[in-house]
């Protein structure tokens, strides 16, 4: 659990301001063998070894592109010494651009990957998050990218 509370503090470091809202409209289809957590305020999901997915947003400000924001959060992790595992750009369904950045991390005898995937709606950065260790993360992986392909933020 303190990797996952590490892990969430890294990408709140890029210094932008988070908005708050009673219950974001996020939708997105449940990726076999993961659960929603139905009675949450957050759009949170879990399987049943631990990994974790989160969606939460921040302003677009100073407002730039996705590919700048895309561009910026890899950098950053890098710069903090994280080791890059993939990027990749995508249309959802409905055709919004989304981007994935995938950075691999040593935490204790662990490799974990942290991945963000990144849209931009309107004034906002939709940030979809996901976090486990290595070997629990490659089995669903596949299954989220497809996943994320649903997403729609709303509003």
Same mark, same amino acid.
């Given at each position: 659990?303190?990797?996952?509370?590490?892990?969430?503090? !890294?990408?709140?470091?890029?210094?932008?301001?988070?908005?708050?809202?009673?219950?974001?409209?996020?939708?997105?289809?449940?990726p076999?063998?993961?659960?929603?957590?139905?009675?949450?305020? @957050?759009?949170?999901?879990?399987?049943? @070894?631990?990994? +974790?997915?989160?969606a939460r947003?921040?302003?677009?400000?100073?407002?730039?592109?996705?590919?700048?924001?895309?561009?910026?959060?890899? !950098?950053? !992790?890098?710069?903090?010494?994280?080791?890059?595992?993939?990027?990749?750009?995508?249309?959802?369904?409905?055709?919004?651009?989304?981007?994935?950045?995938e950075?691999?991390?040593?935490?204790?005898?662990?490799?974990?990957?942290?991945?963000?995937t990144?849209?931009?709606?309107?004034?906002?950065?939709?940030?979809?998050?996901?976090?486990?260790?290595?070997?629990?993360?490659?089995?669903?992986?596949?299954r989220? +990218?497809?996943?994320?392909?649903?997403? @729609?933020?709303?509003?």
């Amino acid at each position: 659990m303190k990797a996952i509370g590490m892990l969430a503090a !890294l990408t709140l470091s890029l210094s932008l301001p988070a908005l708050v809202s009673c219950r974001p409209p996020y939708a997105m289809e449940t990726p076999e063998g993961f659960k929603r957590f139905e009675r949450s305020r @957050d759009f949170r999901l879990i399987t049943a @070894d631990g990994v +974790r997915v989160k969606a939460r947003e921040v302003k677009n400000y100073p407002a730039a592109t996705l590919e700048f924001w895309t561009e910026a959060l890899q !950098l950053h !992790l890098e710069a903090q010494g994280y080791v890059s595992k993939s990027r990749e750009c995508f249309e959802t369904d409905k055709g919004l651009p989304g981007c994935t950045v995938e950075v691999v991390l040593p935490h204790g005898a662990e490799d974990w990957v942290l991945s963000t995937t990144l849209f931009l709606a309107r004034d906002r950065i939709v940030l979809v998050e996901a976090a486990a260790p290595y070997e629990r993360y490659q089995p669903v992986e596949q299954r989220l +990218r497809a996943a994320l392909a649903t997403f @729609d933020p709303g509003r």
